[in-house]
C-alpha cells in the first residue's frame, strides 16, 4: 500500500514494486558504465578513457531516456543515477529548462526514484556528488512529492532481499559464465573462430569468482571490472578498457556484465529491463533461467519465454535516433494525448494477454502510429520537422527459431511488429528422429525482404536440450505456436496458390 512519508526534511510516496504499473520500465542506458556497442571499439583501439566520448554518448543516453518516457508508463531510475549520470543531472538543475518538468515527471508519478537502502530520497549519498548538484536535488525533493521504491520498507528484509536479488544473483551469474555452449557466447559476439580462447577466458572468470566468496563477501561489478576489463584498477571509474593483448575480450565480457548488473533491479521489481537499443538484449539471459533448463520436461516454458521477452522485442523497435533532441515538456504533452492513453492500453493488454500475442503486437504498433501522429501535431509549433519521423526506415527482424530433427519453427517479429509462424523445411508431418536435440535460437536478421527472411546478421543458440516426448512433445509445441501465431506463413502461401488453382480450373470448366 503506498504510505506518505515525512523523513529527512521533504514528503514522499513510499511504494513496492506490486504497486508500480505493468508497463513499467528500468532503463539500463542511464547506469553511467553504458557504452553503445558502436563506441566500444573506438574506445579500445585508441585505449580512450569513457569521459572522452561524453557528447556523443550522452546524445544516445538521452535518446534512451526520452524513449522510455514514450514507451512506458512508469521509469524506474536508481536514484545514485539522478547524481552521477549528467543528462538527469542536466533535467534538473538549478537554471536548466527542463528542471519543472522534471518536478511534474515525478510528482505524476512517472519517474519512480529506486532506493537501494537509502530511507529516503533525500538521504545524504555516501558517495561524492557536486554541491551544486546536490543541493539541485534537495530542492527538488523539497518541492515535489515524489514515488520511491524499494525491495522493502522493512529494513532487514530490505537487506535480504538486495543480498538475494541483486549482489548473489550478480555473482551466481559471473561464477556460471561458462556454463552455456562454449558457441552460445562466441556466435553472440560474431567470434566463432574464437570459440575455444573465449570459453577459457570465461572459465577464468568464473574461476575468480568461486574464489571470492571469503568471510562472507561477494564479488561485485567494480572487482570484476578490475580483474578483466579496465586497463588497471585506477581506470575503472573513468573507464579505460583494457587492450586485447592486456586483457583478453574485455569488451564481451563488460557487456555481459553490465547486462547482468543491470537488469537484476528490473527482475528484483518484476518488470522490464530497457536495455539500450545499441546494445545486447535482455533475451542474452535466458541461458539461465529456470524455466530454460527444464524445457526438457514442459515446452510450455518455451512459450512463457516468448511472452516474458515479447515486450523487449517490440519496444527496442519503437525507437528513432532523434528522440535526444526531443524537449520533455513535448514528451509529457505527448502522454496526455489520446493516442497515447490508447497506446498504454494496448502495451498493457500484450504484457497481460494470455496467448493472443500476434493481434495484441499489431494493436500495440498500430496505437503507436496514433502517437507518432499526436507527435506530429505537437511540433508543429515547434518547427523541428526532422524529429517528426519516429520510426527508422531500417529495422532489424527479429526471430525465434526452434529446431527438431530437421525441422524448424520460427516466429518472427517483421518491421510492421505483427509476429507470425514460418516453417524452415519442408512441412510435411512428424520430424524424422525422435531422439534429436530441442534447438532454441535467437536469430536477427536484416529486413531486407517482404516476408522478413534476410540475411542472418545475429545466430545464437540459447537453449539445447531434450524432448522427453519426442515426436509428440514437438507436435504439441508447434499446435500451441499455431495456437498463439496462426497458421504458418509458407502454409498460407500453399492455401492461396491451392485455392487460386481451384479457381482457374472451376473458369476453364464453366
Not at 390 to 405: L, M, R, S, T
Amino acid at each position: 500500500m503506498k504510505t506518505k512519508e515525512k523523513r529527512d526534511g521533504i514528503e514522499f510516496t513510499a511504494i513496492t514494486s506490486d504497486e508500480l504499473s505493468p508497463l513499467t520500465g528500468v532503463a539500463a542506458s542511464l547506469d553511467n558504465q553504458w557504452i553503445p556497442q558502436r563506441l566500444l571499439d573506438e574506445l579500445v583501439s585508441k585505449q580512450k578513457p569513457l569521459s572522452a566520448i561524453r557528447a556523443t554518448r550522452e546524445k544516445l543516453v538521452r535518446a534512451e531516456f526520452v524513449r522510455s518516457l514514450i514507451n512506458c508508463e512508469q521509469v524506474v531510475v536508481n536514484r545514485a543515477y539522478f547524481h552521477n549520470n549528467p543528462v538527469l543531472a542536466s533535467c534538473y538543475q538549478l537554471g536548466s529548462g527542463e528542471r519543472e518538468t522534471m518536478k511534474a515527471l515525478l510528482n505524476e508519478e512517472v519517474l519512480v526514484p529506486y532506493l537501494y537502502n537509502e530511507d529516503s530520497p533525500a538521504q545524504r549519498p555516501g558517495y561524492a556528488v557536486d554541491p551544486a548538484l546536490l543541493d539541485a536535488w534537495l530542492g527538488l525533493c523539497g518541492d515535489t512529492c515524489m514515488p520511491c521504491v524499494r525491495l522493502s520498507w522493512d529494513g532487514d528484509a530490505n537487506k535480504r532481499l538486495i543480498r538475494t536479488h541483486l549482489q548473489e544473483r550478480f555473482h551466481a551469474f559471473a561464477q556460471t559464465l561458462n556454463v552455456p555452449d562454449p558457441s552460445f557466447w562466441a556466435n553472440a559476439f560474431l567470434i566463432p573462430h574464437l570459440e575455444r580462447e573465449f570459453a577459457n577466458r570465461l572459465t577464468q572468470v568464473a574461476q575468480h569468482c568461486v574464489n571470492a566468496p571469503r568471510n562472507n563477501k561477494l564479488t561485485d561489478r567494480q572487482k570484476l571490472y578490475e580483474e578483466f576489463v579496465a586497463a588497471d584498477k585506477n581506470s575503472v571509474l573513468d573507464l579505460v578498457i583494457a587492450s586485447e593483448s592486456k586483457k583478453p575480450f574485455a569488451c564481451q565480457i563488460k557487456q555481459l556484465l553490465d547486462l547482468r548488473y543491470n537488469c537484476n533491479l528490473s527482475d528484483a521489481l518484476q518488470c522490464h529491463a530497457l536495455t539500450g537499443r545499441d546494445s545486447i538484449p535482455r533475451v542474452f539471459l535466458q541461458e539461465w533461467e529456470p524455466r530454460v533448463q527444464k524445457v526438457a520436461a514442459d515446452t510450455d516454458a518455451i512459450l512463457s519465454i516468448l511472452k516474458a521477452v515479447h515486450f523487449d522485442l517490440v519496444q527496442r523497435v519503437l525507437y528513432s535516433t532523434e528522440l535526444d533532441r526531443l524537449p520533455l515538456r513535448i514528451v509529457r504533452a505527448l502522454r496526455a494525448t489520446e493516442p497515447w492513453r490508447d497506446y498504454r492500453k494496448a502495451g498493457i493488454s500484450l504484457l497481460e494477454s494470455s496467448g493472443e500475442w500476434t493481434s495484441n503486437a499489431e494493436e500495440l504498433f498500430q496505437r503507436y502510429v496514433g502517437v507518432t501522429g499526436a507527435l506530429h501535431d505537437l511540433l508543429e509549433d515547434e518547427k523541428v520537422d526532422d524529429l517528426l519521423t519516429i520510426a527508422e526506415k531500417a529495422k532489424p527482424v527479429v526471430e525465434f527459431a526452434f529446431d527438431f530433427a530437421g525441422v524448424t519453427a520460427s516466429v518472427l517479429w517483421p518491421d510492421k511488429g505483427v509476429p507470425f509462424l514460418y516453417f524452415g523445411a519442408k512441412w510435411g508431418g512428424r520430424a524424422v528422429s525422435n531422439k534429436a536435440p530441442f534447438i532454441g535460437r535467437i536469430v536477427v536478421r536484416a529486413g531486407d525482404d517482404r516476408d522478413g527472411r534476410g540475411k542472418a546478421l545475429l545466430d545464437i543458440p540459447f537453449l539445447q536440450q531434450r524432448l522427453e516426448g519426442g515426436h509428440d512433445q514437438w507436435d504439441g509445441f508447434v499446435s500451441k505456436l499455431k495456437e498463439s501465431f496462426g497458421k504458418p506463413r509458407d502454409e498460407q502461401k500453399t492455401s492461396k496458390q491451392h485455392e487460386a488453382r481451384i479457381n482457374e480450373t472451376e473458369s476453364a470448366d464453366g
